[in-house]
Every structure is written in C-alpha cells, then in structure tokens.
C-alpha cells in the first residue's frame, strides 16, 4: 500500500529537519594531533553498527543497504527487468548523506564527546526502519526484497558515512571498505619498501580494524537474527545515539 511509503518519506524528512539543525564546527584536525585510541574506538563502534545493519537485512530481505557497489551492479544488470529496488537503495543512500553535506555535519563533533544531530538522525532512521519493518511483519504485506524499510536503512547509512566522509586528511567510511582494502594495502605497501612505521602504518590499522569490526557487525547479525530478527537492529541504534549524544567517553582535544 501506500502508507509505508508515505511513513518512509515523513521520516526521511523529518531525519533532514534534524540534521540541518547542526550548529558544531571544531575546526580541522591533522592526524598526528589526533588521540589515536579515540579515533580507532570512535570509528570502530560506527563500523560494527553499520555491518550489522546491512547483514540483517541480508538475511532478512537479502539486500544490502550499506556498500552500495553491488547495488549499483545489479541496477545495470537489471535495467529493464527489476532493477529499480537496487537503484532506489542508491538513491535513499545518497539522500542521507545530501543531508550530511548540506547540514556542514561535523565529524570532529564524534571524537570529541559533542552532540551530533546528524547522527542522531541516523539512528532515528534506523529506529524508523526497524519500526516499519515490525509493522510490516505482522501485517499483511510483510517484507521482501522492495520492502520500504530498506530505503530507511540505506538512507540512515547515508546520513552516518557522510558525515565521517568530512574527515580532513583522512576521510573515513564506515559502511564500505573496497576504499579501505586498497589503502591498507597501498599503505602497508610503502612501509615496506621505506622499512619505518611511520603515520602510514597507524593510518592503515585504522583501516583495518574498521573492517573487522565490520565483519564482527556480521558476527553479531549471524547470532541475534535467529531469536531477534531485524529488531536487532536497534542495537545499532543505540550504538550511533550513544555516539551521537557523546556518551562514548573519549578524550577532548584542547578547547573542544
């Protein structure tokens, strides 16, 4: 029908009223400068949320709505046969980080205890698809592969890599990692042929705990679908609302 739709969008616009409402401007960080264990932790948190967002609605609906590579394959492959649910998970993903961009979202705001509206906004987007999801399941629709909670789960990841995306000098993603498969490899790369450990070595761990604690997102999907389904989703929720409201103790770099 067309009310989950309707719900979808109200959401998705209410999501944006909250993010242009981001006031936080800390100014720009060099890495070195950086508390290195709040960046990784910080950072870490994000990218499990994130993978067990997109492996729960694998096993739920069997669609991603966090790297969206394969989406945009099977928009191509697909074209005149059904690829429209693909291309609409494109379009939800790049509206939440639209939103990021146009709100000047602030990442610095994450690693150092500040409020961040705008992920706030993501995690109220996954409340709202978790939410519709339920409502779905046990109505008389139920949730397949177009199920409009999918558009606010991809949006919800929109809105949150965007904002890490603004990163200066190291623009980091929380929901996909061809980007970070390359640099981990680039990096470890001049490494060894300059034999130090220098900013590149610390850098490229960064990268690669983000992926594992991605995969660990998986893990963690794996083991509470069965009795929870996409309701557990909601952790994820928690996790970026904890983030969000600086909840997460990290340490403040000076005048923060």
Avoid at 14 to 43: A, H, P, V
Avoid at 169 to 185: N, Q, S
Avoid at 234 to 253: D, F
Wanted: glycine share 14%; with cysteine.
């Amino acid at each position: 029908g067309e009310h989950p739709l309707i719900f979808t969008f109200l959401c998705m616009a209410l999501c944006g009223g909250l993010c242009t409402t981001e006031s936080s401007n800390l100014g720009k960080m060099d890495f070195k400068d950086r508390d290195y264990f709040t960046f990784q932790m910080i950072q870490n948190i994000l990218c499990f949320a994130s993978g067990l967002v997109n492996a729960l609605t694998i096993f739920e609906m069997g669609m991603t709505v966090s790297h969206q590579s394969g989406n945009t394959s099977h928009t191509g492959r697909l074209i005149m046969d059904g690829g429209a649910k693909f291309g609409h998970l494109l379009l939800a993903f790049g509206f939440g980080s639209f939103f990021a961009g146009y709100s000047k979202s602030d990442p610095e705001a994450l690693y150092n205890g500040k409020y961040s509206p705008n992920l706030l906004a993501a995690a109220l987007a996954v409340v709202a698809g978790c939410l519709l999801h339920y409502c779905k399941e046990h109505g008389a629709e139920g949730n397949d592969a177009a199920s409009e909670s999918l558009l606010l789960f991809a949006f919800s990841q929109g809105i949150m890599n965007g904002i890490t995306r603004r990163v200066v000098g190291m623009p980091i993603c929380t929901t996909h990692f061809t980007g970070y498969l390359t640099d981990v490899g680039t990096l470890l790369g001049w490494c060894a042929r300059d034999g130090v450990m220098d900013e590149k070595f610390y850098k490229a761990m960064v990268f690669l705990a983000g992926i594992i604690f991605f995969g660990l997102g998986g893990v963690a999907a794996k083991e509470l679908h069965g009795s929870y389904g996409m309701q557990a989703g909601l952790i994820s929720a928690a996790l970026m609302a904890a983030v969000a409201g600086g909840l997460v103790p990290v340490t403040k770099r000076k005048g923060a």
